[in-house]
């Protein structure tokens, strides 16, 4: 008998999702994580009363009902809705593109206006019909001018290649929409847990054991002995040993500052569009709770080449990388003892609502 049933390795979301189901099933549960904190990427920290995002803004979003109705038996949520700025050469735009946006770039007024304006920029570019890359895809896909202010500088500081050398399939179609709405998700709900989102991973994780600042890699066989099962959220490269080759990510860099006024932008996130501003995106956290403190905490977000040491955040999905990622995914399989999971092991880009079904899923399967 061994001293608990799952050893968790970390206590992200889809870790701490996946602990509290099995909890609630009598299951004992230990979460090992080798950071400081629990919450993985959604882990806030406290700056002055503010809720500081560490790990870049996290708005919770879906269009499922059962997620949100599982996260809101846990924690309440507030009414925030996500409407991001995007500022180009000093002046201000609303995102997504909508009415606003076509009046702040042409002054048109009216939906049949602006579907006019868009086809006339678009009409230069009808001609190409296979485009070799991004920027061809995007000028094709809306024309010169939200292309040139709102996409390509943007685009080209994330990937940090120019947007003529990569791949056309990265825009499969730029969304219009036709009213004067600022509300960035289609999604029916939305929101951030009240109080933050280290309240709803302490909810999930009560009555699991938790050990941070331990990595399971430190001592894999002392680990390894202690659980029937493990359930690995961690990189799923570094747990074959590489074997198969490193899974290439995009990273972040973030600088933060804690600033004596009471409000820095008037708005939680504004896009910097500009190629020559070397960060995408100014974050300033107390909006996301309509936070009320004399101070506020403002992060500037930096997309930065990923290598060992620093944190991995956007998978590469080509084609290389893929075929990595499928030679663990059969190694994984024959695993009789170790599940999977989370955006790490299953090297995807998931948002947080996908990575709750995703460990409900995982839990409907293993906890019988
Ligand atoms: P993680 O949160 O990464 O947790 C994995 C944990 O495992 C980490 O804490 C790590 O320290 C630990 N670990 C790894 N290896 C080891 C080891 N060897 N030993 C011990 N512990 C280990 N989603 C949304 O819905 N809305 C958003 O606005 C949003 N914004 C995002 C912004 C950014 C920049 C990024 C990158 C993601 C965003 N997401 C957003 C997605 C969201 O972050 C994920 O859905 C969620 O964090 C995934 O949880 P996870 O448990 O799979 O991974």
Same mark, same amino acid.
């Not at 490269?237 to 074959?240: G, H, L, S």
């Not at 996130?269 to 910097?272: A, E, I």
């Given at each position: 008998?061994?001293e608990?049933?799952y050893?968790?390795?970390?206590a992200?979301?889809?870790?701490?999702?996946?602990?509290?189901?099995?909890?609630?099933?009598?299951?004992?549960c230990?979460?090992?994580?080798?950071?400081?904190h629990r919450?993985g990427n959604?882990?806030?920290?406290d700056v002055?009363g503010i809720h500081?995002?560490?790990?870049?803004?996290?708005i919770?979003?879906t269009?499922?009902?059962?997620?949100?109705d599982y996260?809101n038996?846990?924690v309440e949520?507030n009414?925030?809705t996500?409407?991001?700025l995007a500022c180009?050469?000093g002046?201000?735009?609303n995102?997504?593109f909508?009415?606003?946006?076509?009046?702040? =770039?042409w002054g048109?007024r009216t939906?049949? *206006?602006a579907k006019?304006?868009?086809? @006339?920029?678009?009409?230069?570019y009808?001609? /190409?019909?296979e485009p070799?890359n991004?920027?061809?895809?995007a000028?094709?896909?809306?024309?010169?001018d939200?292309y040139?202010?709102?996409?390509k500088?943007y685009?080209e500081k994330?990937?940090?290649?120019s947007?003529t050398?990569?791949?056309a399939f990265?825009?499969?179609r730029?969304p219009?929409?036709?009213?004067?709405?600022?509300n960035?998700f289609?999604d029916a709900y939305?929101?951030?847990?009240?109080g933050?989102?280290?309240?709803l991973?302490?909810?999930?994780?009560?009555?699991?054991?938790?050990?941070?600042e331990?990595d399971?890699?430190?001592n894999?066989?002392y680990?390894?002995e202690?659980a029937g099962?493990i359930?690995?959220?961690?990189c799923i490269?570094?747990?074959?040993g590489?074997?198969?080759?490193? =899974?290439e990510y995009r990273?972040?860099?973030? *600088?933060?500052?804690?600033?004596?006024? @009471?409000?820095?932008?008037g708005?939680a996130? /504004?896009?910097?569009t500009?190629?020559?501003?070397?960060?995408?995106?100014?974050i300033e956290?107390?909006?996301?709770?309509?936070?009320?403190?004399?101070v506020?905490?403002?992060t500037?977000?930096?997309p930065?080449?990923?290598?060992p040491?620093?944190e991995?955040?956007?998978?590469?999905?080509d084609?290389r990388?893929s075929q990595?990622?499928?030679?663990?995914?059969a190694l994984?399989?024959?695993?009789?003892r170790?599940?999977f999971?989370?955006r790490l092991?299953?090297?995807?880009y998931a948002?947080?609502d996908?990575?709750i079904?995703?460990?409900?899923?995982?839990?409907?399967h293993?906890l019988?």
């Open positions: 008998m061994k608990y049933d050893l968790i390795v970390g992200g979301l889809f870790g701490a999702v996946f602990a509290h189901e099995a909890t609630k099933l009598g299951k004992r230990l979460v090992i994580d080798k950071r400081k919450g959604v882990y806030c920290e002055a500081v995002h560490k790990y870049g803004a996290h919770f979003h269009d499922k009902k059962e997620i949100w996260v038996q846990l949520f009414r925030f996500n409407s991001p180009y050469e002046r201000l735009y995102l997504p909508n009415m606003n946006t076509f009046y702040q =770039l048109v939906p049949a *206006e006019a304006k868009i086809e @006339e920029q678009r009409s230069c009808q001609s /190409v019909t070799a991004l920027e061809e895809q000028l094709k896909l809306c024309g010169k939200i040139r202010i709102l996409i500088g685009t994330q990937w940090g290649r947007a050398e990569l791949p990265i825009i499969r730029v219009f929409r036709f009213v004067f709405d600022n960035y289609n939305q929101g951030i847990p009240k933050g989102y280290n309240v991973i302490d909810k999930l994780l009560e009555g699991s054991d938790v050990r941070l331990t399971y890699f430190e894999r066989s680990w390894d202690i099962k359930l690995f959220t961690g490269d570094e747990f074959y590489f074997r198969c080759g490193s =899974l990273s972040l860099r973030f *600088e933060q500052q804690l600033l004596e006024m @009471e409000d820095f932008q708005n996130v /504004v896009n910097y500009e190629r020559e501003i070397p960060y995408t995106r100014i956290h107390k909006h996301f709770e309509f936070g009320k403190q004399p506020t905490v403002i500037y977000e930096y930065d080449n990923f290598e040491g620093k991995p955040y956007y998978p590469v999905n084609a990388n990595i990622y499928q030679d663990y995914q994984a399989q024959k695993e009789q170790v599940l999971g989370g092991a299953q090297y995807t948002d947080m996908d990575t079904e995703a460990a409900l899923e995982l839990c409907k293993e019988k």
